[in-house]
């Protein structure tokens, strides 16, 4: 036999719940009145942006300001200006920048579209491969220089106008077999003294 409360009772039930889930929705997610989305603002990236972190600018629900160098997901370029959603997971001390607001911000518009950047960290390689994994180019950090190396044995530069290669020493090693210079005119070498065999 179905039984129905009596509607004051059940009036008392439903505010009772209702009162109990908005109390959840509007607790904050960490100590200290922090929720657990928030937007903020861009302060500056400069060098810590290649280490995955930003200075950023915010103010909480209940506006208390904090700001502070954030770390950002994987392959999330942030620019000193932008507006940021930031998203302050349970179990860590800080916000982590999830994402760029776009379209809010003056430089948005003011600066155009942006290049894309690859930052790569210590000890990390960035390959470039054929669709069937064969390895074309590897660029790495040896320190504070870094390395260029084709994944082919024999590699062939070539291009209808004038090549030009500057730099403050430029050395040629060929490490087995000869070193070889074709033109189909004159071959000017000039410097202060041209040393042969030494």
Partial sequence: MEQTLPPDILRAVKRSVLEEALGLCGQPAQQGGQPSILVGKCDGDDDAAAEGRCLVSYRDALGQTGRGWLTCLRETRVRRGDLVVLLWPENWPEPVITGVLVGVSDQDASSGPSSPTVVLPEGETLRVQTS???TLLEISRNGAAPVVRLGQPDVRLQMPGRLAIQAGNI?????AGDLRMYARDD????????????
């Fill in 132 to 134: 069937g994994g064969t």
């Fill in 187 to 198: 071959v000017v070498v000039r410097g202060e003294k041209v040393r042969l065999n030494r």
């Fill in 171 to 175: 050395t040629l090693e060929a490490e």
